[in-house]
Antibody, heavy 120, light 112 residues
């Protein structure tokens, strides 16, 4: 059974940093592009970042470029999101999600999410 | 303001049919990029409902179907059931600027 389990969320002050983790199991993690998607309270979904299976290609939404860094450890089947320079507008539930296949394909498995709250 | 536009809400009585639209542009749906649909219940993660425009993952009832035309896509739900009440999101790829994966604003389906 495919499982994605996020952790690392919490309350952080504006300008602070946080590192999110996503532990994957039930599939060959190293074969899939992985993604972070966030959802602010009462809002829609927003793609944040993607990293290819080998880590060779990385993409960020403009809203987080230069502040967030995605990485992965295929040996540990884990995905990470290092967030710095956090702003109130970064407050959201952060989901890790597996992409089915090629660049334009959908996300077939999602974690349960971890809440990040940026507030003084 | 989402790149893909969905109606905020739709409603229908049990047994009826509803359609949720997703309007994009020439840089996403109109460029031929696939559209995917997700279903989300309150407090839970989104679930892939339709992928690659028209395909249902295993376990999704055939009451759910989708189609594309030009710069728009639509999700149809027939034989509405109470358990269909949820938020629905469309997703596609957008090749503007550096490219990004975009979602619709979401549609709340209420089963009357």
């Amino acid at each position: 059974e495919v499982q994605l389990v996020e952790s690392g969320g919490g309350l952080v002050k504006p300008g602070g940093s946080l590192r999110l983790s996503c532990a994957a199991s039930g599939f060959t993690f190293s074969s899939y592009t992985m993604n972070w998607v966030r959802q602010a309270p009462g809002k829609s979904l927003e793609w944040v970042s993607s990293i290819y299976s080998s880590g060779s290609h990385i993409y960020y939404a403009d809203s987080v470029m230069g502040r967030f860094s995605i990485s992965r450890d295929n040996a540990k089947s884990s995905l990470y999101l290092q967030m710095s320079g956090l702003r109130a507008e970064d407050t959201a539930v952060y989901y890790c999600a597996r992409r089915r296949g090629g660049a334009a394909t959908g996300y077939d498995y999602w974690g349960q999410g971890t809440l990040v709250t940026v507030s003084s | 303001q989402s790149v893909l536009t969905q109606p905020p809400s739709v409603s229908g009585a049990p047994g009826q049919s509803v359609t949720i639209s997703c309007t994009g542009s020439s840089s996403n749906i109109g460029a031929g990029y696939d559209v995917h649909w997700y279903q989300q219940f309150p407090g839970t993660a989104p679930k892939l409902l339709i992928y690659d425009n028209t395909n249902r993952p295993s376990g999704v009832p055939d009451r759910f179907s989708a189609s594309n035309s030009g710069t728009s896509a639509s999700l149809a739900i027939t034989g509405l059931q109470a358990e269909d009440e949820a938020d629905y999101y469309c997703q596609s790829y957008d090749n503007n600027l550096r490219g990004s994966w975009v979602f619709g604003g979401g549609t709340k389906l209420t089963v009357l």
